[in-house]
């Protein structure tokens, strides 16, 4: 939090270079012409017309770093701009007008009031929860350290115009730039210094020293690196030796007990070793860029630096030969080896043209602001990506003008090796994943719903008050269109129908002897936590498959968890599959930390004893992690990877039919994995399939996604429908179609899928949202030995003996010679105990 914002005007051109040293700078709109744009600013906009959502828009792509707008603009700009780019000017006496969804879309508030009233400002601090506050007084009383001190203890920054403020003494009317910025910060030491870091541009340590008012007061004005030595006084730095110092920022720690400077050193080095850092030798990039330098300066002739400065043509070609060697490594060793190549060559470009890596990450953090994101996709030129090696073949085509096509391998001519390759799908990294979300895992299994809220901010960018939804839902939560309605009610109809005939409602009788009776029964699993991913998307479907299953086994408790949206609300569609399907809850929380609330339960959320689901990687992560934890003793339903598809298509396939199968799986995301198994398909009919893909594909608003999975994707040609199932039947896709001849009667031959769609009019589609099978279904492979979700993976079941007396008699010795056999004497007294008491 900085010790307060400044507000200039045009007449503040003789402090604004001090205050760009000590933190933000609020401008107000039209930013004034007589000053510089600031390192880091905030625009003001005071005047309430009508929003101009590009105007703003092009303010934070130029670097603003958050615009403070009228309560009159904020249903206009929230959603839409990210709540971390906005803050919300309030008068003091609107706060109440202020609603959950304002409240929630912004990230701090600009309040303006007569007094700083410290009750008031610290309920407002309160109803803005998690929210930063600054204050600017409407009246003509000079800012004070005292007041500076008071706000920031509740939580508050003092916004200060610029015409309170000075570079020489503080008086009535004005405060010194120096003494706003020293309020709140204290020093725990006898002698009042001020511990102090002091870093280069980039945040590598040069060393530690003191300062004290004085020194930084006249670094702030001077803009020079002068500290305080213990010993000698007043230090300005290379006064003698001539190692000067440029001051870029000044900032205190989050406790406000010590400072750090950023400076650009000057001469041999900030040691008084002649080195850079007090610290050591500089190493990694800022040890090659002091190297770089020296080179440029001082090469001999002949020397392969010297070498690269001179020969601009040879430079680039290095640049362009190791960018592609970066893209083809495949191990984190070599990696690491490639990049280090590349960092090396493109550094030495960037130090030849005068460039810093200071400058790199500055234009790495104005990037960070822009709102305006390009498509990111290749140029034309690099749609064709460069051989890699035999092992690991290459996507081509992967650009956005280039044509969309499939790689093609003909398993008559293929080596057992490569055919293997073309089963293998992408390295699955999971322990680096489950590396990833432990923190978050144990976060939430330690603080419970407090984290949960935390991370529901972090991640899905929605301030929340609780994090649980009981039935019964408010209807204003569950509006939806007619026909989605109608849409969401068949679906339910069908699944549910479907499901409800697996139920295991039966017991199991056998007597494997004279008066040996064994049973078994079924039992739902009381307590169930259903993940449907969503956020910005809108997933019903997915509600209704684990939703249905659950219901229909009669679990107790069947607790939803989806994303938020960005106003903390769930989809009306959701909410309504929710109410269809019984819900007892619905979690708004995502990824692994609402895997986490479910496995563990918080004080709101209840504990389940099993998670089902898809999600991202980070999801899958999660339940892998917890379901090994016997502190949550959870189970799931089954690993999960990208989705995937493989079609076999004969001479009865329409080419258009096989296309827009293809491609709906494609669309999923570019990790998807596409196949097409063609048998004796003739070069006329491959090039209509491809065709059709090509045509279909630029009709889709995800193109871009489906450029490059199906450019990962692969034909596969088989010479007989017995090796194209053959080949399915290794590879167990999550969706097998089948556009063949009689297709019927080939799913007798199927032994490892997910799910089988069967003749030309069953399309993936179909099952994943309405004909009445699950979509959730085992990927990666995962099919050889997994089924889909169904409603017995919500039924557990029990067995259960009953033996006679006589029954006894007969299966008692069997019984007691094994337990002797194995040792266990308990094990035979138990049957024995009893078969005495029969004979007395």
Known sequence: MPAFLPLLSENSSDIFPSLNRIGPIVLPFPRPSTLPIPDRYYLLVEHETSVDLEEVVSWLDEGVEKVIIPLAWANELIGIISSDRLLLLLDVANVSAVSDKVRNGVSGVLLKSPTVDLDLISSVAEFFSGSSIHVLSTTDAPATPSMIRALQSIG???LIPGSQLTLGATSATQINVADAFLAPISSDRPDGLFPTVVSTETGHTLGLVYSSVQSVKESIFTGKGVYQSRKHGLWRKGETSGATQNVVSIRADCDSDSLEFRVVQHGAGFCHLNRQSCFGEASGLPALEDTLRSRLESAPEGSYTKRLFNDADLLQSKIMEEANELCIAESKEDISFEAADLLYFALTKCIASGVSIADIERSLDKKAKKVTRRPGNAKPQWSSKPATPASAPAPTNIGTDGPIRMRTS????????????L????????DEMISKVKPIVEDVRLRGDKALLELTAKFDKAKLTSTVIFPPF????MQVEKDVREAIDQAYSNIRKFHKAQADNTTLVVETMPGVVCSRFARPIARVGLYVPGGTAILPSTALMLGIPAQVAGCKEIVL???PRADGSISPEVMYVAHLVGASAVLKAGGAQAVAALAYGTETVPKVDKIFGPGNQWVTAA?????NDTD???????PAGPSE????????ANPAFVAADLLSQAEHGVDSQVVLVGINLTPEHMAAIEQQVEEQALALSRVDIVRQSIGKSIIVKASSVEEAIAFSNDYAPEHLIMHLEDASAKVPSIDNAGSVFVGPYTPESCGDYASGTNHTLPTNGYARQFSGVNTLSFQKHITSQEITMSGLQGLGPVVATLADCEGLEAHANAVRIRLRAQEA
């Open 156 to 158: 508050a920054t003092l």
């Open 410 to 421: 003909d398993l008559s001519t293929v080596t057992s090796a490569e055919r293997a390759q």
């Open 423 to 430: 089963l293998h799908r992408p390295v699955l990294k999971s």
């Open 474 to 477: 408010a209807s204003e939560t």
């Open 561 to 563: 968890a989806t994303p």
């Open 623 to 627: 339940k892998m992690l917890v379901q």
């Open 632 to 638: 949550a003793l959870v189970s799931i339903d089954m």
């Open 645 to 652: 598809v493989l079609v076999i298509a004969d001479h009865t």
